[in-house]
Structures are given as structure tokens and as C-alpha cells.
């Protein structure tokens, strides 16, 4: 079974046709990469994934249940989070907060329990910021859980992003450009991060990337926008010598092998 | 030992100040000093308890003698209270969840048209029986209904506007005060419910319940020498209210989710904050803080009338937030009491000074410029009547060189930093 | 109050004067908006200090004697420049000490600069009056043409200043309309409306057309601020913020950003408002009346702003960027 099936989906801005009629099934356990050149409707397609947009046509299930019409939090709560192209941090807040916040779905919460500052809500506190400092050990920023997100550095900003998405507890993770304006050493370390999530975090991982160093690297499956129209999918190997995926990259000039984020 | 060093340092101004105060009175400096102390107590590096101690010894002991001594004091210490309570309801709006209410006074209107009504015989206008006004009593059951009616009168002007964008946001509370504040002035026909420009009065004040005990203890004091200082003991509890569900509310997931709406809307969308819930939540509280201050201001004034009630209100609590710093508590604090001082004092105070000069009939002679008849100052010039040039330019000069306020929220200071052991409430 | 043709002629000719006063003032508001994406709150002020100039220039010549001896046409004319030029240059004054310097700063901080300064021009304006007149409360000296009627027949009076109000308002509105739409700087404006950072790369001096429009909307104001005085001719450091706050509605009614929208939505609002101040007496048997005419702008601001936030001519925002 699936974890995440869509299917014919289709979203329009005015006249642009942003995606057509897309198709796409993430197994669980999985790796899968989105790329496409730029304006293919990646992004857009996250955006209806999590429930920013509506979807004008389509259907998307998620562990066999519809998502179709459901607000962002209760996607959120259902199992899917997602991090940004444009890093989207709570800059005035500390970097143990903004995991804490990627928490709020999980936390059992009555107003009452926070007015009378219950012990039950202490409890779960104590706990969610005991699973934030893991999660922040996890991704490598250990010990600046007390500085204001916008403190850090762009790597550090990229990897708070990720484990704020993780505090969700998503069983399908969306990451959108995660190794953009990373060196290629940075970029291994994010790798090797995003393999070992797999099984222990998340079931599954969904990436949009232009690194194909990454791509090539860790997805088990490959699937290919251009113009808002899947035009090819499959593993890595395949993806790499189909022809219309090799066209659509030369077509704007841009070697498919090397084309960069 | 520094602590001990600090305590006595401490205890020595407080002190010194508490002395002057009551040696010059109403001098406006002596009583700023004082006010200051509270300040050194929150910087001090000292324990919990002895700031504790210290400002319970400042709010429950000086405060009320050196009131009873003087009650200008007093009146100025209530008033600076409501205005405190104010601010710490536009900050949850404002503050934390970044939602510009230009139109906050509103609910401060309706908790004090809630108990003027019932508590004074207007309700007899469209009520029938005769049963107004209501028994004094009555006024801690009408604090309670008054938190409920902004809460819900809160939730009611944000169901349909926290969709808008923030400065439509903004101009439709403002919209939504002035809409109030049109119908407080208007109600007095065809059903009088308000009495119009009129306003009400008088209202019943809260009961003295506790005069046996004092009487008892060997005092025979009169209302009029109590009820000063008994309206500062409600304020002062009501802002302890106030500031524990404040706190306690910064400090939990729903102050978080509020952060987070403030810092990126979108982001917190994706990351699972019921973001329509989490505002409306807070428009309800902030508005509940203001309703219930309303009552208080009501039977505190026994008089009231809308023109306590306009858009100019709602910016002076605004320049209050701004002032100390939005989204932080201490700001708050800090930006009401500055604010209503100036308001109460430094500039009456420079309008009985140039009066005085107006009177003297000193002719300045100034060289160049040949010489000023002194009693030549128009006498329209009051600064007393210029609180919306001061709160216009504290807000202008804030946002271009120091839009954290000047007791901006502590980094980290809301979030336990440690993961092991409960450390408590701070 | 009744129901008669003649009195329903007049007061939508209240309507339409109330109108192109809300309308020219909107524009204000529109054009910054349109620019800046901002609401320049401190417009009112600007309008207030366009009929402040007014008034001080009338009661100057009145008093020296000259009012007597020069043309009507002539003294509205003088008028009207100095308050256009004056409240124009106050505009540009504002724009360049409260808003420039916060130019980037998270979208609400303007605003609340422009509620400071909102605040702090009605206190300057009535501080230089209080020193100078020891008053702050003006009266225009009543200029005679202005008082005669023109009767439009079946009963319908028409004082001459309303047909002025209408006349001047036209006159300006055609003429920004060239200026806009017909000149270089009209276009450059426009340019910087439609793409701030792709206009500075073109090379337009994005800084300089943000004054000019500053100056342009703020010279609008001025000429509503004395209008406004002629026709009603009391005036007061504060009598900026209601109009202010309807001529920010029939922005809104209208579209904000949109020019015409302006125009449209302050005539709309215009005539709404008289029609409510006369008839809605009558319509509820007296209980509700003329004094719950702003309560009825302010619904319909509210109303429009829930419903249609993008006016009824459709708003020219641009896309927030990713």
C-alpha cells in the first residue's frame, strides 16, 4: 500500500495551468525526488500537499485517507510537513521554540490545562522540549537551542527547518531544496541525515532538489515536472537517460547532469 | 557578599525615595523616583523571593501609607493600574500575535457600559421593576460577566475579520470603535439604554465588605478615606490576575503558536497552528482584559459618558505598548506608567508653570530679539491638552530608531532552556 | 422630511459634493497606496492643513482689507494653489522624516509611524494656531458669490459653491488623469507602482517618484482642505479624521491602487451618506436618524472589506513575493 497517492491533479492561477493532470505515488520507506526545471510546479504542488492550495481537479490520499479539503493543520496533524524553498523560520523566537512550535499538533491542549498550569500540561511540556533537544542534536544544533533563529547561519537555518518539520512527527516528510546554498560537503552531511530518517523518523522523504549530486544520490524514485506535466519518472538510472528529461533541461541550456540549485 | 550589597542598596532607595515622596508632595520627580524603584527591583540581579519581597513591600506597604498620606498619589497610582491592565491586553493582540487593533477601547466601553447600566438605576429606563441599581454586591458578578462579554464580543468582530490582511486589520478595529462609541452616544433613543452624550452616573461602587474588620481592629475610618485605597487593592489584584494568565499563557504552546503567527503567518500554517483559532483566542483575551478594567473603571469614576471611550484612548494604550515593547510584559508595565505620568503629570505639571509665568507679568528682554511680556503667552497654549502631539511623537520617534521598545522581550527568557528537572514557573 | 422630487434632487447634489470631496481626498490615500502598499494615515492631517492655509490666507486678506477689492475668481484660485503647494510639500516633508527611513521595516511599522504622525499633526496644527490666533477653531470668511443660488427648477436650490466644489474637483480629476496617464512622470509613477525594483533597474529614481506621488496625492488633499473649508466653513484641527477615515473607505470601495476606483468610490460613499443622513429618519419611523450616518460608512467599510477587499473596481496589489 501507498503512502501517498495522487492523482490527476490539475491547479490553475487565472489562465496559467501550473500543474496537469499529475500523478504520483510515494511508497513507503522511500526516497523520492521532484525535479524539473524552474517554474515546473514543484513547489505548487507542495503547496496543494499541504494544504496552502486548493487543488482545482485531483485527488490525494494518504494512508488510504482523502486529504482532499482539509485545512493545513489537520494535514499537519494527519502526517505531513514540509520545509521551505525560502527558509521560513520564527526569526524572533529561540531555535528550541521553533522546534517546540512544529510540536503544537502533538500536544494535547485545553485552556483550562494552561490557565491552571496543570501538571499534566507541565508534563507534556517537559517531554516536548526533551524530544525538541533530541531533534536538534539530531540535525546538528546542539547547544544553540537558547539563540533567536535569525541568529544562525544559512546551513543552521536549513537544518532547523528540518527539524521543525520532524517535531510534527510527519510519516512523509516534503523538503523543498534542502541542500540549496550548501557546499558539497555540507550537502553529504545531508545525505547521509536524510538517509538515516527513513525507518526512524519518517516512513518516507519527498524532495524537491536541483543538486542532481543529491537527486542521483538518494532517491529511490525520480519524477519529473516540466510546464506543470509529469514527463517522465522512474529510478535515477532511468530518469537519467530519458529523452524528453534531457530535452527539457537542453531546451533552457542547461546540462541535466550538472544543472545546479 | 554582592547580595547582600544589592539588598541594601536596594532597601536604601526605596527609602530615600519613599521619603521624598512624602516630603515634597505631589512633587512629579519624587514620585517618578519612586515609581523607579520598581524598575531596579526587576534589573537587580537578585533571588526570586527578594525581588518578590521588594516589590510587594513597595506595591502593598509604601504605596498605600504614602497614598493615604497624600491621595493624589493614590489616584494617580489606580489610574496608571487600568492603564498598566490596558496595555497588557493590547499586547496580546499587538504584541504577540501582531495584529494591529486600532479599535481596542471598544471593549473597554462595553465592561463599563455593562456595570454603568445595571449598576445604576438606567437600567430602570428599559427594564421594568424598578430592581436597578443593583446591589454593590453585584459588582464582582458583573467583573466576572464583564470578562465574558468581551471575550465574546472579542470573538464576534473576529470571526469575520482575522482573515483580513494586517493593515485592513487594523482600520476595520478602528471602524469597529468608532461604530461603539456612535452607538454609546446615540442609544438614548428610541430605547434609552445609555443615556446618550449624557453619560450615567452614579454607579454603584463595590460594598465594603470588609469594614467590620476594620472596625474591629480599632479603626473608624469613613468611606470616602477607604474607598481610594480600596480601588487600588482591586487593580493591583486584578493586574496580578492579569499578568499570571498572561504568563501563563506566553509560556505554553498557545503563546508559542501566537509567536509564530507574528513571526511567519505561512509557516505556521504548515507546521499544524490552528492559526484562525489561536487569533481568535487572543482577540478574546486581550478583549476580556479590557472588559473587566472596564467595570472596575466604572465604578471607580461612578461616572462615565463615551468621551472616555474614543479612538484617541486606544493610541495612547498603543504608544504604551510600543513604548516598552511589544510582545513583553515588563514593557508593558514600564511603557503605561511613563506614558500616564506624562500624561497626569509632566505636562499639568507645564501648564500650571506657564500659567504661573503667564501671571507673574515678567517681561523677558532678550537681546536681538527685544523683550517678551510674559503674560503675552496665548492662553490656549496648554500643554495639559497636547497628549496626541506626545503620543504621536513617542510613536514615530519608537518606530524609526528603537521599534523593540525599550524592555523588548529577553531573548529565550520565556522558554526553559534545560531539559532536565522542572524547573517551575518562573 | 418627505418623500418630494425636489428635496430628493438635493440631497443627491449633497451627495455628489460630499463625493468628489471624499473622491479627491482618496486619492491621497490610493496613489501611496498604490506606490507604497501602505495607508498613509497621516493624509487626513494633510487635508486639514490644505484648509488651515485656506482659511489663514482669507482671514489675511480680509483683515487687511484687500478681500473686498480682488476678484472672487481670482482669490479661490490663490487659494487653491497655496493650499495644493503647501499641503503637497507637508506630504513629501512626512514621507521624507516618518516613512522613508522605514522603508523595508515589517509592513505594520509604517503604519503605526503614520498613526504617530496622524496624531502629532492635528496637536502641530493647533499648537501653531493656539500661538498665533489664540484659537484654533477658523471660520471662512464667507465669500458672497459663493452664497447665491442657482435654481435647477422644480424647487431645486443649488448654492454656487457646491457647483464649485463639483467644478474644481472635475478639473483636477481630468487633470491627474492626464498627468498619469499622458506624461513622463506620470509614467514613471506608474512604473513604480506596478514593479518598484524592476523600475529602479529601468532607471527611474525610485526615491524622487515616491516624493512626487507623495506630493501629488498630498496636493489633492490640499485642495479638498479647501474646498471643504468654502463649503462648510468651520474648521478645526481635527475635523481630518472623519472625512479621512471615509475618503480611506471609498479608497477601498473603489479598489485601492485603482485611480478611478477612487473617484467611484467616493461618489458612492458620497451619496450613500446623504441619502442615509435624510431618509433614515423617515425609513425607521424616527428612530435611527442623521446621526447614524457614520455609523453607516463605517458598516459599509466593514461590509466591503469582509466581502469584497478588493473594491469594486478590483484593487491593483502586487503578488507578494515567494
Not at chain 2, 385 to 413: A, D, S
Not at chain 3, 50 to 60: P, Q, S
Not at chain 3, 130 to 146: A, H
Request: proline letters at 4%; glycine letters at 12%.
Amino acid at each position: 500500500m501507498a503512502l501517498l497517492e495522487v492523482h490527476g491533479l490539475t491547479k490553475r492561477f487565472g489562465g496559467l495551468v501550473a500543474l496537469r493532470d499529475v500523478d504520483l505515488i510515494i511508497e513507503e520507506s522511500n526516497i523520492a525526488a521532484l525535479i524539473g526545471p524552474n517554474g515546473a510546479g514543484k513547489t505548487t504542488l507542495f503547496n496543494i500537499l499541504t494544504g496552502l492550495y486548493r487543488a482545482d481537479q485531483g485527488k490525494i490520499r494518504f494512508q488510504s485517507r482523502s486529504l482532499s479539503g482539509s485545512s493545513p493543520d489537520q494535514i499537519t496533524r494527519a502526517g505531513i510537513c514540509r520545509t521551505f524553498q525560502n527558509i521560513r523560520l520564527f526569526g524572533e523566537m529561540t531555535v528550541l521554540e521553533n522546534v517546540l512550535v512544529g510540536m503544537h499538533s502533538r500536544i494535547p491542549l485545553s485552556l483550562s490545562d494552561v490557565l491552571f498550569r496543570a501538571s499534566r500540561l507541565r508534563a507534556e511540556e517537559r517531554q516536548a522540549t526533551a524530544k525538541a533537544m533530541e531533534l536538534l542534536g539530531l540535525v546538528g544544533l546542539q547547544g544553540s537551542e537558547g539563540v533567536w533563529a535569525r541568529q544562525l547561519s544559512y546551513g543552521e537555518q536549513r537544518r532547523l527547518e528540518v527539524a521543525r518539520a520532524l517535531a510534527s512527527q510527519p510519516r512523509l516528510l516534503l523538503l523543498d531544496e534542502p541542500s540549496a546554498g550548501m557546499n558539497p560537503s555540507e550537502a553529504q552531511v545531508l545525505m547521509s541525515l536524510l538517509r538515516n530518517l527513513v525507518g526512524t523518523h519518517v516512513r518516507s522523504i519527498l524532495l524537491i532538489e536541483h543538486n542532481m549530486r543529491v537527486v542521483m544520490g538518494i532517491s529511490d524514485r525520480v519524477t519529473v515536472l516540466d510546464h506543470g506535466e509529469k514527463i517522465a519518472e522512474g529510478t535515477p538510472d532511468e530518469v537519467r537517460i530519458d529523452a524528453r528529461v534531457i530535452e527539457a533541461y537542453l531546451g533552457r541550456g542547461k546540462w541535466a547532469g550538472h544543472a545546479q540549485g | 557578599m554582592k547580595n547582600w550589597f544589592f539588598n541594601a542598596g536596594l532597601a536604601g532607595y526605596i527609602g530615600l525615595t519613599s521619603l521624598l515622596v512624602y516630603s515634597f508632595p505631589r512633587s512629579v520627580s519624587a514620585f517618578l523616583l519612586f515609581e523607579a524603584s520598581l524598575l531596579l527591583i526587576y534589573y537587580a540581579p537578585l533571588s526570586r523571593a527578594a525581588k518578590l519581597s521588594f516589590t510587594a513591600a513597595v506595591l502593598i506597604v509604601l504605596m498605600p501609607l504614602l497614598g493615604t498620606l497624600d491621595g493624589y498619589y493614590l489616584e494617580v497610582a489606580i489610574q496608571i493600574g487600568i492603564f498598566v491592565a490596558l496595555a497588557l491586553g493590547l499586547n496580546i493582540v499587538v504584541g504577540f500575535v501582531g495584529l494591529l487593533n486600532l479599535g481596542f477601547v471598544a471593549f473597554y466601553a462595553i465592561g463599563a457600559y455593562l456595570w454603568a447600566i445595571f449598576g445604576s438605576h438606567q437600567a430602570n429606563a428599559f427594564l421594568p421593576g424598578g430592581y436597578f441599581p443593583l446591589g454593590q454586591a453585584w459588582f464582582f458578578v458583573f467583573l466576572l460577566l464583564g470578562i465574558a462579554a468581551g471575550a465574546l464580543t472579542g470573538i464576534l468582530l473576529g470571526l469575520p475579520v482575522l482573515r483580513l490582511r494586517g493593515d485592513y486589520l487594523a482600520i476595520v478595529t478602528l471602524g469597529f470603535a468608532e461604530v461603539v462609541r456612535a452607538l454609546v452616544n446615540n442609544l438614548d433613543k428610541p430605547i434609552n439604554l445609555t443615556n446618550g452624550p449624557k453619560g450615567i452616573t452614579p454607579i454603584q461602587r463595590p460594598p465594603l465588605f470588609f469594614q467590620p474588620l476594620v472596625e474591629f481592629l480599632g479603626f473608624k475610618p469613613d468611606a470616602a478615606a477607604l474607598y481610594p485605597l480600596y480601588f487600588y487593592f482591586l487593580v493591583l489584584i486584578l493586574l496580578l490576575a492579569i499578568i499570571l494568565v498572561t504568563r501563563r499563557l506566553e509560556n505554553s504552546p498557545v503563546g508559542r503558536a501566537w509567536k509564530a503567527i507574528r513571526e511567519d503567518e505561512i509557516a505556521a500554517v504548515a507546521m499544524g497552528v490552528p492559526v484562525v483559532w489561536m487569533k481568535l483566542l487572543a482577540f478574546a483575551v486581550g478583549a476580556s482584559f479590557a472588559a473587566a478594567v472596564g467595570v472596575l473603571f466604572a465604578a471607580k469614576q461612578v461616572f462615565i459618558n463615551p468621551e472616555s471611550f474614543t479612538f484617541m484612548e486606544s493610541i495612547g494604550v498603543l504608544a504604551m505598548v510600543i513604548l516598552g515593547g511589544m510582545g513583553s510584559i515588563p514593557g508593558a508595565i514600564l511603557g503605561a506608567t511613563v506614558v500616564t505620568i506624562l500624561n497626569l503629570q509632566l505636562l499639568k505639571g507645564l501648564s500650571l508653570w506657564l500659567n504661573g509665568l503667564r501671571q507673574s507679568g515678567i517681561i523677558l528682554s532678550l537681546p536681538l530679539l527685544g523683550s517678551f511680556d510674559l503674560s503675552q503667552i496665548p492662553a490656549q497654549f496648554e500643554p495639559a491638552k497636547y497628549e496626541r502631539m506626545v503620543f504621536g511623537l513617542i510613536i514615530i520617534l519608537m518606530m524609526i530608531f528603537r521599534p523593540q521598545g525599550f524592555l523588548p522581550p529577553r531573548q529565550g527568557g520565556s522558554t526553559k532552556l534545560t531539559t532536565g528537572g522542572d524547573t517551575g514557573e518562573k | 422630511m418627505d418623500f418630494s422630487a425636489g428635496i430628493f434632487l438635493q440631497v443627491l447634489m449633497d451627495g455628489v459634493v460630499l463625493g468628489f470631496m471624499y473622491a479627491l481626498i482618496a486619492l491621497g490615500y490610493t496613489m501611496v497606496y498604490g506606490v507604497l502598499e501602505f495607508i498613509n494615515f497621516a493624509h487626513s492631517e494633510i487635508f486639514v492643513i490644505g484648509a488651515f492655509v485656506g482659511a489663514e490666507i482669507l482671514l489675511g486678506l480680509e483683515s487687511s482689507g484687500a478681500l473686498a477689492t480682488l476678484h472672487p475668481a481670482f482669490v479661490i484660485l490663490v487659494l487653491l494653489f497655496a493650499g495644493m503647494a503647501v499641503s503637497g510639500l507637508a506630504a513629501m516633508g512626512l514621507e521624507r522624516v516618518a516613512y522613508r527611513p522605514l522603508r523595508g521595516a515589517p509592513r505594520l511599522v509604517p503604519l503605526i509611524s503614520a498613526i504617530g504622525a496622524s496624531f502629532f499633526l492635528q496637536d502641530f496644527v493647533r499648537l501653531v494656531e493656539s500661538l498665533w490666533r489664540n484659537t484654533f477653531y477658523l471660520t471662512y470668511p464667507t465669500l458672497d458669490i459663493l452664497e447665491k443660488n442657482l435654481s435647477l427648477g422644480m424647487g431645486v436650490e443649488v448654492p454656487l459653491k457646491s457647483f464649485l466644489v463639483i467644478a474644481t474637483a472635475l478639473a483636477m480629476l481630468l487633470g491627474l488623469y492626464l498627468f498619469v496617464n499622458k506624461t513622463k512622470l506620470g509614467t514613471a509613477i506608474r512604473a513604480v507602482a506596478q514593479d518598484p525594483d524592476a523600475a529602479a533597474l529601468m532607471g527611474i529614481p525610485v526615491d524622487r517618484i515616491i516624493s512626487l506621488t507623495f506630493f501629488v496625492g498630498g496636493a489633492m488633499g490640499g485642495a479638498a482642505g479647501v474646498l471643504f473649508g468654502l463649503h462648510y466653513s468651520l474648521i478645526n484641527p481635527y475635523s481630518g479624521f472623519g472625512p479621512g477615515l471615509k475618503a480611506f473607505t471609498a479608497a477601498v470601495l473603489g479598489g485601492i491602487g485603482n485611480i478611478p476606483g477612487a473617484v467611484l468610490g467616493g461618489l458612492v460613499l458620497g451619496l450613500m451618506e446623504a441619502l442615509a443622513a435624510s431618509y433614515l429618519g423617515i425609513l425607521t419611523d424616527g428612530a435611527f436618524g442623521a446621526e447614524y450616518k457614520d455609523v453607516f460608512a463605517f458598516a459599509v467599510l466593514i461590509l466591503i472589506l469582509i466581502f469584497r477587499p478588493k473594491g469594486l473596481l478590483g484593487e491593483k496589489v502586487r503578488e507578494e513575493g515567494a
